[in-house]
Structures are given as structure tokens and as C-alpha cells.
């Protein structure tokens, strides 16, 4: 066994190479046109819902799930009460997406901790694995296979070494959030924690949302339409090609060349931002899904009074009560307005940043 180093701080080998500075530049230049944005509330909804089917059925396939990208979306669409594994997975992840999209919205995070991190395990773990593992730093030691040459190809950490690698990484990236880029520090954050292996189980579905969460902290603001999951399940091997490593940690930490993942990092990161404003770009809202004076009325009503009934609606708009539901149901899906209470204490808000990076009001 080699000779341990912890205790030494965490300072990551890389070289500003021409290729990174390049893409980082346009990346900088893409988010801020990005920001400036402004799109319809139906509009984002719909890119928001389809951001989070495509990352959940990216981040999940990354691993080994098998569900298509269809089922995937059935699957969110309907919330089956008895699930298998498979369905979990999937559905872990978008919930965990929804939980941290509020987050993101309802303050600024301008760095990542460990109780965050332990939390998105927790979330994205949640029902799969055994009591007292799901959001805790690992007690056991781990390895990394490679089941097509059948043997061990990678030694983390010990785990008793785990918690001060994992404060020394978020004191890395919460000293350093003024003083690098953000592409770059977030690709550094991405390959250490692979590097690391904190957890029995989980940690690349986890590293993923944690690096979305970070990246939006410092100011990559499309977090919610952003999908950047995509982009590495397009070709999953080149992915761990590129954040894994070989060998024994204790041998490779000190001279581990960050360089080559930070190139590939930088790119699916722009990669998909300009999958992201192209398809924002083409977007078009099909008249069914346009507010209708009905829609209107119902919005002012609750801007004016806090909340609607669906009694309240009806003497507003005259609508039968069929039709009553259809609406209410469409403002729901269509991402204005969530339902409270139940049964015929029911009332209707207006959703809490409704289009999330977008102003709510057109």
C-alpha cells in the first residue's frame, strides 16, 4: 500500500490550455445572452419539464438504467405508486432536480457544503439503499470495477480519510469562487468528488446535481432548462474515460493532470447551451395552450386575493364544472398555479417563481 497524503490541501495540476480559455469565453458569452432572455411562462414550464425528464433519464441511463426515455416520461408524468428499482432511480432524480430548482430560486447559494451534498445523496438515493447509507459519507472501504477486463481498476480513499477530503474540496471551491472560473472550478469540484467516492453507491447521479447546483450559484442561471447530462450520455464511455481514474488514490492524487477532463467538461457545457437557446429559439406556443380570457380572470383573482376555490372560479368566469376542472388542471400543468388542501377544502396559488429564471409576468 502507498504511503497516504492526506492532510496536504487540495491543490488540483491543470493548465489554462488555449482550447479551455477559448470555450470558457464563449460560454460566458452564451449564459449572459442566455440571461437576458425573456421568454413566456407556458414557454419555460414546458422546457423546464423536459430539461428535467431528459437529466433524469440521462443522469440514470450514465449508470445503467435501463428506461428509455419514453417510459422515463410516463413515469414522471404518472408517479406509479408500487415502482421498481429502475423507476426509482428515474424518479429520485427529477424530484431531487425539483427540490434544488426551489432552492435555487428562492436564494442565492453562492458555494456548495457538505450537508448540501449529503442532502442530494439523500434525495437521489432515497428507498434504494440500506438504513443509515443514504446521505452519509461511506464507512467501508470501496473499488471501482471495469467488468469488461473483469478486474479492480480503481482504489479510493480509505473512508476514515473521507470527511476531510470532502471539507478540503468545499474549501477549495468556497475560497476559490472569486478567483477562477466558474467552468473550471465546477469541472475541478466534478472530477475530485469522482476522485474521492464519498459514498457506498450514488456518487456520479450525485455529483451531477451537485455541479448543476454549484454552476447556478455562480450565475449559470438556465439552471432549470439546462441539461448538461445529456451531453455525457451521448457517449457514456468517453464521459468516464475522461472523469475516472486508474490506479490507487494514494499514488495518483498529488500528480493527477485535471487538464484533459477540464477541456471535456467545458465543452458539453456549451455544448449544451447552444442546444438550449436553439431550441428556445424555435419554441412555439400552439394556440391550446395560449391564456384564454378565463385563464386571465383567474390569474388577476388570485394576484388580487391570495388564492381561488374552484367555487370562486366558477361564479367568476361562469364555466360548468367540468370545464372548471379542465381549466385549473391546464393552469397546473402549464406551470402557473399549484393546488392546495384536498377534497372540498381545495384553493388554488399562484406558483412560487413561476418560469423559475424568467420574470413571471410577460
Not at 476522485?195 to 455529483?207: K, L, S
Amino acid at each position: 500500500m502507498a504511503m497516504k497524503k492526506i492532510g496536504i490541501p487540495f491543490k488540483p495540476l491543470y493548465t489554462i490550455t488555449g482550447k479551455l480559455l477559448d470555450v470558457s469565453k464563449r460560454i460566458a458569452a452564451q449564459t449572459a445572452f442566455l440571461n437576458t432572455r425573456r421568454f413566456p411562462r407556458v414557454a419555460c414550464a414546458q422546457f423546464e419539464r423536459h430539461a428535467r425528464e431528459i437529466s433524469a433519464f440521462s443522469s440514470t441511463s450514465i449508470e445503467g438504467n435501463p428506461l428509455p426515455l419514453t417510459e422515463v416520461r410516463n413515469i414522471l408524468k404518472n408517479h406509479p405508486h408500487s415502482s421498481t428499482n429502475s423507476q426509482k432511480e428515474v424518479i429520485n432524480y427529477n424530484d431531487a432536480l425539483i427540490m434544488h430548482n426551489r432552492r435555487m430560486a428562492d436564494t442565492t447559494i453562492a458555494t456548495l457544503d457538505v450537508p448540501i451534498i449529503l442532502s442530494i445523496h439523500r434525495a437521489v438515493m432515497k428507498g434504494l439503499l440500506v438504513k443509515g447509507t443514504c446521505g452519509v459519507l461511506r464507512k467501508e472501504p470501496v473499488f471501482v470495477n471495469d467488468p469488461r477486463l473483469g478486474k479492480t481498476i480503481y482504489w479510493p480513499p480509505d473512508h476514515g480519510d473521507l470527511p476531510q477530503l470532502m471539507n478540503e474540496l468545499v474549501r477549495f471551491v468556497q475560497k476559490n469562487s472569486a478567483h477562477i472560473d466558474p467552468i473550471i472550478l465546477a469541472g475541478l469540484f466534478h472530477k475530485q468528488f469522482v476522485v474521492i467516492h464519498p459514498f457506498v453507491d450514488g456518487n456520479g447521479r450525485t455529483v451531477r446535481l451537485a455541479t448543476k447546483v454549484l454552476l447556478a450559484g455562480m450565475g449559470l442561471n438556465t439552471f432549470n432548462v439546462f441539461s448538461f447530462e445529456n451531453y455525457y450520455n451521448k457517449n457514456v464511455s468517453r464521459y468516464f474515460a475522461h472523469v475516472g481514474v486508474l490506479g490507487n488514490y494514494y499514488d495518483r492524487a498529488a500528480s493527477l493532470d485535471f487538464t484533459p477532463w477540464l477541456e471535456y467538461f467545458a465543452e458539453g457545457i456549451l455544448d449544451e447551451l447552444y442546444r438550449v437557446a436553439k431550441e428556445l429559439d424555435t419554441a412555439v406556443i400552439e394556440p391550446s395552450s395560449a391564456l384564454k380570457e378565463h385563464h386571465k380572470k383567474m390569474l388577476q383573482y388570485i394576484e388580487t386575493n391570495g388564492f381561488i376555490t374552484g367555487r370562486e372560479y366558477s361564479r367568476l368566469t361562469s364555466r360548468a364544472r367540468p370545464t372548471r376542472a379542465i381549466d385549473l388542471n391546464k393552469m397546473i400543468e402549464w406551470g402557473y398555479i399549484e393546488r392546495f388542501g384536498k377534497g372540498k377544502a381545495t384553493y388554488y396559488k399562484l406558483k412560487k417563481n413561476a418560469g423559475s429564471w424568467v420574470p413571471r409576468k410577460e
